[in-house]
């Protein structure tokens, strides 16, 4: 169970009538920290004068309710939580003369995805292209915010002109200022979470509910978007979001059949489960938007005999500069974005048998990442060797399927990017390892009986 974290997120939805002030209980506190405990569980909340003046939390429990209890030097206030119902408390901040008001709740563990009979028949053996109804909301709503001026979002479109100028009026809704609050706390954890576990919803008329087979998609005990629902069925009734995504289906077809012709799913995962046989999916899913600029993630699923590998991705765009490329280098720089998502549903299992030798491989990080660049980041040995496998593995594809030319100019590209601007020291030395190894590989071996070799040449680095 994870409790809080040193703060908390700033909720802008009202609060319903809370009764008589002295009908809830308040807490008073001079200093900016406090003690916490859930169902006997300590920990501290700390940055208790950073808060606004109304917070929320929900946390991810396995029972039918808990036990909450905060402490101050002074004071203390006791409460039990239960699914579903909204427990409200005051804090009195007295070093800064004003009250805070939580709202607090419990939800109940489950597992994030549920793989009936009939979804299994309906998606065995499928590689699926989708650009969801819901998860293009969230997107838009993205795009609205003030983390939607980086590069996060890819602007270089008509599409994302037609969503400028369509929605931008609707910038100040509740929705729009709610989620910008969530990522001007914590862009990189909200952008994700918020994003992928929208893929958990669909439309049905003007509401939006739970499609009936994941409770939430992104890593974590709880769907993150559950509690802005209601904000969005009504920016979407607002804004006419609906009727701008009926209107924009067919540029939806045109680029997930793009993806289907040319950026070849199925025969990555062919290539995959070949070079990872103790790994199988028996479906793959890429989920995109046309606005997401740079942010890639991935997850995968297991329930009822069913697996289920996710990508979540940007779309590979053509520009200019890419025309001038030749057509298998080109073809090349397209997959990859895929690729370095899919992969890791299978050289991340196939990772965790070497988690001990693994750690001591990469124990001193500083040789194999450098700070204040991207690989910084990557800060434990296992995340670490993986996102080095990560690309050895699209150069060991390449070198597949690729004629000597376009491989050649493919890798050096890749070695530049992974060592110079992500700033991974080691990644030309240990791909070439890497390379080596599976163009000397035995008979019937396969990328996963490399492991051993590639952790043992690292531990010698």
Known sequence: ?????????????GLTALGQKNSVPVLRTFSDSLIMYLDGQ????????????????GFVVEKDSAVF?????????????????????QVVRESKGDTVTFIFTIHKLVKPASFSNQYKKENEGKAIIEIPEVYELVNIIFALTEYGKTNAIYK?????????DHFTPYRQDAAVRTIDSLLTVSPEFYYQHLKMDSYAYVFSGKKITNGGVY????????????DYIPLLETFAERSGFRKFYKEKRKYYSELTKDYTDNIKIADMKSWLE?????TKYDAVKVIFSPLVGWNQSANFFHDNGFAEAQAHVNFP??????????AEVLK????????????????NPEAEKYAKTISSAFKDLSKWTTAAKPSAGYNNAMVCFEEYMNYGLVTLYYSDIFDKKAFETLNVNIESNMTGSRGFQKFRDFNQELLRLYKNRKPNQTVADLYPAIIEWAAGE
């Open 1 to 13: 169970m994870k409790l809080l974290a040193a703060c908390f997120l700033i909720c802008l939805t």
């Open 69 to 89: 209890a905060l402490v101050s030097k002074s004071d203390s206030i006791s409460l039990i939580l239960r699914p579903k119902k909204k427990s409200v408390f």
């Open 156 to 164: 270089n479109t008509e599409y994302y002109k037609a969503v400028s």
């Open 215 to 226: 409770d939430r998609v992104s890593s974590g005990e709880k769907n993150e978007l559950d």
């Open 274 to 278: 070949k070079q990872f046989p103790s």
């Open 42 to 57: 300590k920990d501290e909340f700390n940055g208790i004068n950073k808060l606004g003046s109304q917070f929320s939390y």
């Open 317 to 326: 765009f053509v520009d200019s500069e890419d025309k001038k490329q030749p």
């Open 332 to 347: 090349g720089r397209r997959i990859m974005i895929a690729f370095t998502e899919i992969n890791h549903a299978y050289l």
